[in-house]
């Protein structure tokens, strides 16, 4: 084979796996939405036994990536309003979530981190299962915010984090 050719097969190879990469996340793959209604950029960790995507999110603009777990405790969705706020002492928002499967229900929450503050005061937060708006987590403006924790009991669904929502559901 002439070197031309086998450079040619390893391309269209290359090509291949990278096309073939693509159903590992089909577009059926339920997915979480983070909603960034804020006037400031927000900042994403996504985390389950190791860190995932980082990602940006700009005031008015939203993200989604799908759901994945690789450990025993669910993933976390770390918010903060600075670059790699989760380093550096800031607030962290996090919403979390987990499938248990012999329920066949979603589980999710919404917590701080303890000592770290809040980033979000005076704004209202919503974390819910876009099947089931009724049970979204709901922090608002001058109320006590707690740990909160729902069970979505239908199998797999799509979430939403809305941060800085404009109005309860
Ligand atoms: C996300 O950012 C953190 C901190 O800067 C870094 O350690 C990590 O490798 C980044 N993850 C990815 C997938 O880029
Ligand atoms: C889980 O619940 C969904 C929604 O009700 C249903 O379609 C699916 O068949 C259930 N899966 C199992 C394994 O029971």
Redesign the pocket.
């Known amino acids: 084979m002439q070197l031309t050719s086998v450079l040619t097969t390893l391309t269209l190879l290359t090509l291949l796996s990278t096309t073939l990469g693509i159903p590992l996340t089909p577009r059926d793959v339920p997915k979480v939405t983070i909603k960034n209604h804020c006037q400031t950029t927000i900042y994403l960790?996504s985390i389950a036994r190791e860190?995932?995507?980082?990602a940006t999110i700009p005031a008015s603009s939203s993200y989604s990536e799908a759901l994945y777990y690789d450990g025993i405790t669910g993933t976390s969705l770390q918010i903060t309003t600075t670059p790699?706020g989760?380093?550096h002492g800031g607030p962290i928002l996090n919403a979390a979530y987990t499938f248990n499967k012999p329920a066949n229900s979603t589980y999710y929450s919404l917590s701080t981190v303890d000592g770290r503050g809040y980033a979000f005061e005076g704004q209202l937060v919503l974390f819910y299962a876009d099947r089931d708006t009724k049970g979204v987590i709901l922090w608002e403006p001058g109320k006590e915010r707690s740990t909160s924790t729902r069970a979505f009991l239908g199998g797999e669904t799509d979430l939403v984090l809305d941060v800085c929502a404009m109005r309860t559901l």
Not at 51 to 54: A, I, L, S, T, V
């Open positions: 960790t860190r995932h995507n980082n790699s989760l380093d």
